[in-house]
């Protein structure tokens, strides 16, 4: 089996004040697996993941550094180009959109990537997804992450994920915020999309999520913008016992 991305050499800057975030990053992620990128705040990981699906407040400064999709560079389409092809990014904290139902967003998110299928397809998914996540069918009367708690944002994001069925799903601290039974429901959420065939890439600070996932096969730890060290799950005790500082020695 090959790999879903790749990042290669790859150096980040922040348009706004061209600050220099991610220095010459190079990681490789296998199709049909579920990695973990953990590192101390600030070291470059939401970037990352904004940059992989082309959020425009971020540049590649430099030539050599591209982005793989399945072995096809896709670092000069925008952001709706790769999301139909089948990349999916969670925000840290999303973002209010008054005025928006969750359920409108939903419903023109997943008619624009599943053209030939019918209201009552979405529908039933709609409807399987709230059950997935223990959620009230109200729900998606509110507005898109307007007056949200915390932890139902986190949950409106998982709702996309389960829709959308994306090749390859990023998730920026799914877990932070959420209650004991929410990391739960979402962590099963996670599973579920994974046994589909999508391939998980999970941003956390916590060993707690990753207690929850099955099969992960790569950690990778980030640190001032580069890639430190990459292991499997023991790394995560490690770094949990350890911290950060045990990385660099
Ligand atoms: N759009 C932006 N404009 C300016 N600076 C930015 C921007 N995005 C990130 N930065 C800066 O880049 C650095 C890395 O931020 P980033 O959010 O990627 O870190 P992170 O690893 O996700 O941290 P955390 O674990 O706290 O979420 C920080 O110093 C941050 O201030
Ligand atoms: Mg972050």
Do not use: W
């Not at 979405?122 to 399987?128: M, P, S």
């Not at 060993?207 to 640190?223: A, C």
């Amino acid at each position: 089996m090959g790999y879903i991305l790749e990042i290669k050499n790859l150096s980040v800057e922040a348009n706004e004040n061209h600050l220099k975030i991610i220095h010459n990053l190079s990681i490789k992620f296998p199709e049909e697996s579920v990695s973990v990128i953990m590192g101390p705040n600030g070291s470059g990981k939401s970037s990352l993941c904004q940059t992989i699906i082309g959020n425009p407040e971020y540049s590649i400064t430099d030539d050599l550094g591209d982005i793989l999709f399945f072995n096809e560079s896709i670092k000069s389409l925008k952001v709706n180009e790769r999301a139909l092809k089948g990349i999916f990014v969670s925000f840290q904290n999303p973002v209010e959109v008054a005025g928006v139902s969750i359920a409108s967003f939903l419903r023109q998110s997943y008619f624009n990537k599943f053209k030939d299928k019918k209201f009552n397809d979405f529908k039933e998914e709609l409807l399987k997804s709230l059950e997935l996540l223990k959620l009230d069918n109200d729900f998606i009367t509110k507005s898109l992450n307007e007056n949200l708690s915390g932890g139902e944002k986190k949950k409106s994001e998982i709702l996309q994920l389960l829709l959308l069925k994306p090749k390859l799903a990023i998730l920026d601290e799914i877990d932070s915020g959420l209650d004991i039974d929410a990391l739960r429901i979402v962590s099963n959420a996670i599973n579920t999309v994974k046994n589909q065939g999508t391939t998980i890439i999970l941003v956390t600070h916590y060993k707690r999520l990753t207690e929850y996932i099955d099969d992960i096969q790569n950690v990778f730890v980030i640190m001032d913008g580069e890639l430190k060290k990459t292991g499997d799950k023991k790394l995560i005790e490690e770094l949990e016992k350890n911290g950060y500082k045990a990385i660099n020695s």
